[in-house]
């Protein structure tokens, strides 16, 4: 036993029936179970929050196969280390003749991997030289490019319950070399749990930090030696984990039902936390303009210029920023309306394809062009009185769509009313 090793490590399962939670993938008859049992496993995506099972279950997978294994980080991966894995799995299948038992290659924070990066498996894995097995704790759909993930099943793990963190807990302190020579009483776990957050490996390391830090034979387990010896613990937030997307759409939400006071508590949550402050301005950034929008325009140029300032300043006086632009956002006037208009718009596009530009629109650099009609009759704006003359902007399928409906505040009101006297029954204002 290497006793430097976190006791996670330490306690790895090595086959599926010591492999607790995750039954709706690796219960009796579940569908990843009966994959392995069958010998032939497609390539994966395993999705779930931190601590879950994705490596361990890789590595089973590997193991009961009698599978060579290959691991890449994506942090500190690139496309030159995927080609050498390629590489060296295509020489093995030459030189040891496993045929249908192609190597596996797992790949951590698959999400984090360029599309590039992305682009390099994809012939691989069509082929057949390797079973990629990828592990992420964000949404594949928006992370993993879509021809790799249309060769990939995805299989979504999920937060393990109270139930199967005791478990875990009791296995650790009955079967490590180490943790068994001590007497461990678990006379309190609601602070380890909540701590943990539903992540094993979290939980498992504190149990580790806990007796290390005891230095007796019997360790009393209780709620205030938790809290005692585990520091900055109390706002339990993972900026790589289900916690980060939880928190940043709690705080979204407050902002767009104009709750200042909520919005700064998730605000707070995210700085104890350590979320990168460029992250928080850029979703305010969004929210500028998806949620306030034309309802008050200056909101954009505010959270513009919070992106700007937090770059130059960190932690902790941007701080300051975040909290002054977050209000701002929350207090103002709301409007989806160009979002929607986008929206509507796209969709048209969608439907009816593209649309021919009428001539009177088209530039005419040459004398050709001139000759085909493009740009006769355009009338310039600013040579008619109040920069306004009434003619068609839209392809002739077109006419009278209206994609832009102002909402109902006092900027976008008075848009309606000037647009309504521009263009009288035109568009529906």
């Known amino acids: 036993m290497n006793r430097n090793q976190p006791l996670a490590e330490r306690l790895r399962p090595k086959h599926l029936n010591e492999f607790i939670g995750q039954e709706h993938l690796v219960g009796k008859d579940a569908v990843l179970r009966n994959a392995i049992n069958s010998g032939r496993i497609p390539s994966m995506i395993l999705w779930g929050p931190p601590g879950v099972g994705k490596t361990t279950l890789a590595l089973i997978i590997s193991e009961q196969l009698k599978r060579p294994f290959y691991s890449l980080s994506a942090i500190n991966s690139g496309v030159k280390d995927v080609r050498e894995v390629i590489e060296k799995a295509k020489r093995q299948e030459t030189e040891l003749n496993f045929e249908g038992s192609d190597p596996i290659l797992f790949i951590d924070e698959i999400h984090r991997f360029s599309k590039s990066q992305q682009d390099s498996l994809l012939g691989a894995v069509e082929q057949g030289v390797i079973t990629l097995i990828g592990a992420t704790t964000e949404n594949p759909s928006f992370e993993v490019i879509t021809p790799l993930l249309s060769r990939c099943q995805v299989y979504i793990l999920k937060s393990l319950d109270r139930k199967e963190l005791l478990q875990m807990l009791n296995a650790a302190i009955k079967n490590d070399a180490s943790l068994s020579k001590k007497k461990i009483v678990l006379k309190e776990d609601e602070a380890l749990l909540r701590l943990s957050g539903g992540d094993a490996r979290k939980m ?60 700064v508590y998730w605000l707070a949550r995210m700085i104890a936390g350590g979320e990168d402050p460029k992250f928080i301005a850029r979703r305010m950034l969004i929210l500028a303009s998806e949620d306030i929008g034309n309802a008050n325009p200056t909101a954009l140029v505010i959270a513009n210029n919070c992106f700007q300032a937090i770059n130059i300043i960190g932690y902790p006086e941007c701080e300051l920023i975040l909290s002054q632009t977050a209000i701002y956002l929350a207090a103002s006037s709301k409007s989806n309306a160009s979002y929607l208009a986008i929206k509507e718009a796209k969709a048209i596009v969608a439907e009816k394809g593209n649309l021919s530009v009428p001539l009177h629109l088209r530039n005419a650099p040459t004398s050709l062009m001139e000759d085909l009609d493009y740009g006769k009759d355009y009338k310039y704006s600013h040579e008619f009185v109040g920069n306004f003359t009434d003619q068609e902007y839209l392809p002739e399928e077109l006419h009278g769509e209206t994609f832009y409906k102002p909402g109902e505040n006092a900027r976008e009101r008075e848009m309606k009313e000037r647009l309504k006297t521009l263009w009288g029954k035109r568009y529906d204002y």
């Open 204 to 263: 498992l390391n504190i149990l580790d930090l806990l007796v290390d830090s005891s230095g007796q034979a019997t360790i009393n387990i209780t709620n205030k030696m938790v809290m005692e010896q585990v520091q900055q613990n109390i706002a339990v937030y993972d900026k790589t984990g289900e916690q980060h997307y939880d928190i940043i759409s709690a705080f979204i939400k407050s902002m767009r039902g104009s709750d200042p006071n909520a919005a």
